[in-house]
């Protein structure tokens, strides 16, 4: 079954330090999401992607951070100057055509674990 | 704007015996998917299942199933012979519509423990 995956599963940053974190979704979704779960936490909506732009971002998503899809393949979220308050577990996810109002869900990769120093 | 509560932080249930846990929502949309996953300590997130607004009849999936009454705004999961691999995190998660897209809105979660 074709999945979502992430990489690095965990990332150890110096506070200041931009950080990328990547994302491969399934080859035929079109919609591209990332998601944050502080630790103990509940998962919070981060940043929608859409045709190639952003389609919903929520106030987490401040201009230190920022999405691309540079290719055909990867999603990207990159965050400029890493604080401490930045350490979480990023989840990538993605969906296909018609999710919007059917029972298809968001798919989940395995996740990326943040820690700022 | 969308809200989802779980009330229980914490749930144990003797293995093979079954468990519901409860998630109420609030939206004033007339269409909205309510979802359910499940976290592992190891912390991926796994659908489980899912129930539309405008289903007539309650989603089951092998030993999940949804007890949905639209009344109460209530989504509550059943999980029947719990197994000790069930012990996780499980979240509700409700879909917000936007014009541009879709996002889901979780709930607090809560932790079962399955007891041998």
Redesign the interface.
């Known amino acids: 079954e074709p999945e979502v995956t992430q990489t690095p599963s965990h990332q150890v940053t110096q506070m200041g330090q931009e950080v990328i974190l990547r994302c491969v979704p399934i080859s035929n979704h079109l919609?591209f999401?990332w998601?944050r779960q502080i630790l103990g936490?509940?998962?919070?909506?981060l940043v929608?992607f859409?045709n190639n732009e952003i389609?919903?971002k929520s106030e987490i998503f401040d201009d230190q951070f920022s999405v691309e899809r540079p290719d055909g393949s990867n999603f990207t979220l990159k965050i400029r100057s890493t604080k401490l308050e930045d350490s979480a577990?990023y989840?990538c996810?993605s969906s296909g055509q018609g999710?919007?109002?059917?029972?298809q869900?968001?798919?989940?990769?395995?996740?990326t674990?943040l820690s700022i120093l | 704007a969308q809200k989802i509560t779980q009330t229980q932080p914490g749930m144990f249930v003797q293995e093979k015996e079954a468990v519901t846990l409860d998630c109420t929502y609030d939206t004033s949309d007339p269409?909205y998917?309510l979802?359910w996953?499940k976290q592992p300590s190891?912390?991926?997130?796994?659908?489980l299942i899912?129930q539309?607004s405008y289903d007539q009849q309650n989603a089951t999936e092998g030993r999940y199933s949804l007890n949905f009454q639209k009344a109460r705004k209530s989504a509550n999961l059943v999980i029947s012979a719990s197994q000790l691999g069930d012990s996780a995190m499980y979240?509700c998660?409700m879909?917000e519509?936007?014009s541009?897209?879709?996002?889901?809105?979780?709930?607090?979660?809560t932790r079962l423990k399955v007891l041998a």
């Open positions: 919609y999401y998601y936490q509940k998962v919070e909506f929608s859409y389609s919903e577990m989840f996810a999710a919007r109002y059917s029972n869900p968001q798919h989940f990769g395995d996740g674990r | 269409s998917g979802f996953y190891s912390g991926e997130m796994i659908f899912y539309g979240f998660a879909r519509v936007t541009g897209t879709y996002k889901y809105i979780f709930g607090t979660g």
